[in-house]
């Protein structure tokens, strides 16, 4: 769970773009030190193990790990990665899914598809009302409770809702909507697309 609220957050980003820069400044230094140090202690590695194995001095890792540094680059970055033998990913995100990722609220990444690579800048989610609802559709979000055993606070999907059942892995509308052809999870829908 968070500690940080939503609704919190979005009273934040809203005072004014430097509000908005200084979270998004403080959250990736902070983030990216404790990750280094937590990664390189599950490990059982110490800071000079790991300078070894990156090439840096054991000073370099110390500053890298201090989460008021905030000079991380990516090239240093990337070498950290390899040695831990982890994935690095940068990305640039909208303000509705920094909130909701910060939040803890669950949303779906769109990886790499085209829609989900150019970003829109907060004023254009203020002006959809990115922000004004729980309920966002971001894509199909299918069979909860049997992954995790406890129901999300919200289901995101990518159409208007209407009411599915679950039948033999797919996901098929009511029977009485007049359609007996089984709609895809969005997974199963990405994996065609991605075949085709």
Known sequence: MSLLSKRGLLK???????ARSRLVESNLAKRVAYQIRATREAQDLSQSALADAVGMSQNNISRL???DYGKHTISSLRRIADALDVALVVNFVPFSQFVDWLSGT?????????EALAVPKF?????????DSDIKYYGVFTNPVAAS?????????STPPIPLFQSAGAITPPIN????????????????????
């Open 65 to 67: 790990e201090n989460p």
């Open 177 to 196: 909507s007049g359609s007996s052809r089984p709609m895809l999870s969005e997974s199963q829908r990405v994996k065609q697309e991605w075949a085709a």
């Open 123 to 131: 004023a254009e989610e203020e002006q959809q009302k990115a922000f």
């Open 12 to 18: 934040r980003i809203r005072r004014s773009k430097e």
């Open 106 to 114: 669950p949303y779906l990444d769109k990886g790499l598809r085209p």
């Open 149 to 157: 055993g406890v129901y999300p606070s919200r289901i995101e999907i």
